[in-house]
């Protein structure tokens, strides 16, 4: 399980740290200037989760998804501002996730658990591509 909460944490970032909302049917929306390849370090500061881990997270349209494949559950997005703010789901266990991303490859924030296990810490990003 502890492996499984430090994974929707970082699942997410923004998957993850955010996911994909549904578009409308047909509707193209612009690219935003955090779109692209990110990689993302989550650390464990409290609680019985794994130390750290790092996963890929591709945003698309200031939306995000877990580069990894369809784990988790993810909702949430990158605002125009950069802010970001996401629940990453699986099973009982769910982590919150907010920060920010700058427009010139880094960004940072915070993340908790809710479910059988609480853990706490904070994640940093960097764009790669």
Same mark, same amino acid.
């Given at each position: 399980?502890?492996?499984?909460?430090?994974? $929707? /944490?970082? #699942?997410?970032? $923004?998957? #993850?740290?955010?996911?994909?909302? $549904?578009? +409308?049917? #047909?509707? +193209?929306? +612009?690219?935003?200037?955090?779109?692209?390849?990110?990689?993302? !370090?989550?650390?464990? !500061?409290? #609680?019985?989760?794994?130390?750290?881990?790092?996963? @890929?997270?591709?945003? =698309?349209?200031?939306?995000?998804?877990? *580069?990894? @494949?369809?784990?988790?559950?993810?909702? &949430?997005?990158? =605002?125009?501002?950069?802010?970001?703010?996401?629940?990453?789901?699986?099973?009982?266990? /769910? *982590?919150?996730?907010?920060?920010? $991303?700058? /427009? !010139?490859?880094? &960004?940072?924030?915070?993340?908790?658990?809710?479910?059988?296990?609480?853990?706490? @810490?904070?994640?940093?990003? !960097?764009?790669? &591509?």
């Amino acid at each position: 399980m502890r492996m499984i909460v430090s994974a $929707l /944490a970082a #699942g997410a970032f $923004l998957a #993850g740290a955010v996911a994909p909302a $549904l578009a +409308a049917k #047909g509707s +193209a929306k +612009a690219p935003t200037r955090f779109d692209g390849t990110w990689s993302v !370090e989550v650390i464990t !500061e409290s #609680g019985s989760c794994d130390r750290a881990y790092r996963y @890929g997270v591709i945003i =698309q349209n200031g939306q995000a998804r877990y *580069a990894g @494949g369809s784990d988790f559950t993810v909702s &949430g997005r990158v =605002q125009p501002s950069g802010a970001v703010r996401a629940t990453i789901s699986r099973g009982d266990a /769910a *982590a919150q996730v907010v920060g920010r $991303l700058a /427009a !010139e490859g880094g &960004g940072n924030g915070t993340w908790t658990t809710s479910g059988s296990t609480s853990c706490k @810490g904070r994640w940093n990003a !960097e764009r790669r &591509g």
